[in-house]
């Protein structure tokens, strides 16, 4: 059985392909430089993060920084073109501490290199909107076969992109 | 930017914190200056000359994902230490494995390489046919455009050999036209080659076969998992699988470029017991050009971005991924430049 993480929400906000293949352990992201880049934001943008913040699993999800005292979970991105995928990455996370007995919380997407930051909610109307979605994920990654490829325009900065999008062409 | 290592002299590789560390060590056993190579821009090792290592060296390695190709005193390939796998795709393993066992997708992909292989052969023949009115190659192009088109009849992997190797004895036949004002076919030889030519072609072919073997370590493709190739036995028969389409463009270009501007010639090889073999000298100068041959880039007409021609062996990967998964048919790399 699939575990439904944060990541796999994110993807599937953005690309039911990129959901299928990461699920399927056919990954790209060890090629790509701004996977890379992410990973050093994560790392080094924010070197005087308090001591309180903690990284959690609930249910195999990680949540990377959870400041338990004030009950936000912090996500932070590199930029906001994903804005959606990246708020129902939050209310998953929301979802998720909700459901391990934790009232109340709410979400913070910072966006260090635009300076800027969003919060997210969880209303209880979200909540079987959330569990619509992580039904649907395990739907498509149990799917025997890989679901097709997007728009072009929408995946020249994708990891996948040289997979998706290289053939023969004929002469 | 990771890129390939190629070690020619005797010494001692180390580690040295997180750095690679080459003292050379001449034929006195006195060392010499070491050199440091920083981990984050190593690709491969590919180790012509005598190296001391240790375990702490290897694990190392293996944990860098950084793979060893050993080659011996006459040059031939010996093998790899290669790091754990890191990519592993379950899916991805069943459905290489599915399309192994029924015999006819697997004699489906295998005429596949035979044609990519062919269509790269024809090209680089046409090449010369234009460029040089004296050379006739016109017989050799036909007859393998004939053998080309009696792919599809191939019914099953042995017959296809047999028409694989057809193909490729009339591209050698041809090599004469090209470089015999320097060099002499004189057929095909191996294991060990009896002449230049054929000691470069063994030696050009091994360099691209570890080259695509290293590549498919970065996928998730399994290496001894092959179609045109046996499978498992004594190789990672699948780099020799796409190896097939890429020697001509990789290896036989760059033989012909090298003879023909006289970077290579006749006194840079020795006759041995052991067959013909380059000299130190040369042999870098081959290597070197190799390299640089890999590292040069065209204008990719599906992704529409300069790519590499190292990159091209991944895309291929990732052709022959999507055909495992289904999702589009695979079709060989084909030159068309």
């Known amino acids: 059985m699939q575990t439904v993480t944060g990541s796999l929400i994110g993807m599937y906000h953005i690309c039911k392909r990129e959901l299928w293949l990461h699920a399927n352990h ?146 | ?130 460029r040089d009115k004296a050379k006739d190659l016109t017989e050799a192009i036909c007859l393998i455009e004939r053998l080309l088109a009696s792919v599809p009849m191939a019914v099953d992997v042995p017959m296809l050999m047999g028409i694989e190797g057809n193909i490729r004895q009339t591209y050698y036949g041809a090599f004469d036209a090209i470089v015999g004002q320097t060099f002499c076919m004189d057929g095909r030889s191996k294991r060990p080659p009896q002449n230049e030519l054929n000691a470069l072609i063994s030696f050009g072919n091994m360099l691209c076969y570890t080259a695509c073997l290293s590549t498919i370590y970065h996928t998730q493709l399994n290496p001894t998992i092959s179609f045109l190739h046996e499978p498992g036995a004594r190789r990672y028969s699948l780099a020799l699988d796409l190896s097939e389409v890429f020697k001509p463009i990789l290896v036989d270009r760059l033989i012909f470029r090298m003879i023909n501007k006289r970077q290579l010639q006749p006194s840079d090889f020795r006759s041995e017991v052991g067959g013909c073999v380059l000299k130190d000298a040369a042999r870098k100068r081959f290597v070197q050009g190799f390299d640089e041959q890999l590292k040069e880039t065209i204008k990719h007409r599906a992704l529409g971005r300069s790519v590499s021609y190292r990159h091209l062996v991944k895309l291929e990967c990732y052709k022959l991924q999507k055909h495992l998964l289904g999702l589009e048919e695979y079709r060989p790399f084909k030159a068309w430049w």
């Open chain 1, 26 to 171: 056919i990954r790209m992201e060890h090629n790509s430089e701004l996977v890379a880049e992410g990973k050093q934001l994560h790392e080094h943008a924010y070197p005087q993060r308090a001591e309180r913040y903690r990284e959690i699993i609930l249910d195999g999800s990680k949540i990377d920084f959870y400041d338990p005292y004030d009950k936000v979970v912090h996500e932070m991105k590199k930029s906001d073109k994903m804005e959606h995928s990246h708020v129902a990455q939050v209310q998953f996370y929301l979802y998720l501490l909700r459901k391990n007995g934790v009232e109340g919380a709410t979400g913070l997407l910072e966006y260090p290199k635009l300076r800027q930051t969003q919060t997210v909610q969880l209303t209880n109307d979200d909540v079987p909107v959330v569990e619509g979605w992580i039904r649907d994920i395990k739907r498509i990654v149990d799917r025997e076969q890989c679901p097709g490829r997007i728009a072009k325009s929408k995946c020249r900065s994708c990891s996948y992109f040289d997979f998706c999008y290289v053939e023969e062409i004929n002469e």
């Open chain 2, 1 to 130: 930017m990771k890129q390939p290592k190629y070690l020619f002299n005797a010494g001692r590789m180390s580690r040295k914190d997180n750095t690679l560390k080459f003292t050379p060590v001449d034929e006195a056993g006195i060392e010499g200056q070491p050199r440091y190579l920083p981990i984050e821009q190593v690709g491969d090792l590919y180790v012509f000359g005598s190296l001391d290592a240790n375990s702490a060296l290897y694990n190392f390695l293996g944990q860098e994902g950084i793979a060893v190709h050993f080659f011996n005193y006459y040059e031939h390939y010996t093998g790899s230490f290669m790091p754990r796998e890191y990519l592993l795709a379950g899916k991805m393993q069943v459905d290489q494995t599915k399309h192994y066992m029924a015999a006819k997708k697997r004699i489906e992909i295998a005429r596949r390489f035979v044609e990519g292989a062919a269509n790269n052969i024809l090209r680089v023949l046409k090449y010369y046919d234009n």
